[in-house]
């Protein structure tokens, strides 16, 4: 599911006060981030993207996205805690007269235990019908999958 929105992030905005927007997502993978820092932000406003209290984008942490005309998309692959299924969005606007505007996009792809542990059903069937070594089957695959 992407999410897409803009924030509006009003002059005078300190790196030390962000602007915190909060974003609904589902629980799952975070796999791609896109953001678009239209004209007129000279660098002197910022992005990242929390989870909680840890920084998932950028990615070095306590880093953050500036730029001017600036648009970007990232491949990003974070696990969304499912009891926070929420991200911050912090921004700061170190502008004295302008608010500034940033636009977003975030994918977060659900997650799929079921299919997951069949790939790796398949793997280990495909092993053992070639002869070489596998584990066994056993535990949780052997339950689900009945082999």
Same mark, same amino acid.
């Given at each position: 599911m992407t999410y897409a929105s803009a924030v509006t992030v009003p002059s005078n905005t300190t790196i030390e006060n962000p602007l915190i927007t909060r974003i609904k997502v589902i629980s799952g993978i975070l796999t791609k981030v896109g953001v678009y820092i239209p004209p007129g932000h000279a660098g002197l406003t910022g992005f990242s993207i929390y989870q909680a209290s840890t920084q998932v984008y950028p990615f070095d942490r306590d880093t953050w996205v500036r730029g001017n005309n600036l648009s970007?998309?990232? !491949?990003?692959?974070?696990?969304?805690d499912i009891s926070e299924s929420e991200l911050l969005l912090y921004t700061y606007n170190l502008d004295?007269?302008?608010?500034?505007?940033? !636009?977003y996009r975030i994918t977060v792809e659900k997650f799929d235990v079921l299919s997951v542990l069949s790939e790796i059903n398949g793997t280990l069937l495909r092993l053992e019908e070639s002869g070489k070594s596998a584990p066994k089957n056993t535990g949780v695959l052997s339950k689900i999958f009945g082999k």
């Open positions: 970007i998309v990232d !491949e990003v692959n974070y696990d969304i004295d007269l302008i608010d500034h505007t940033f !636009e």
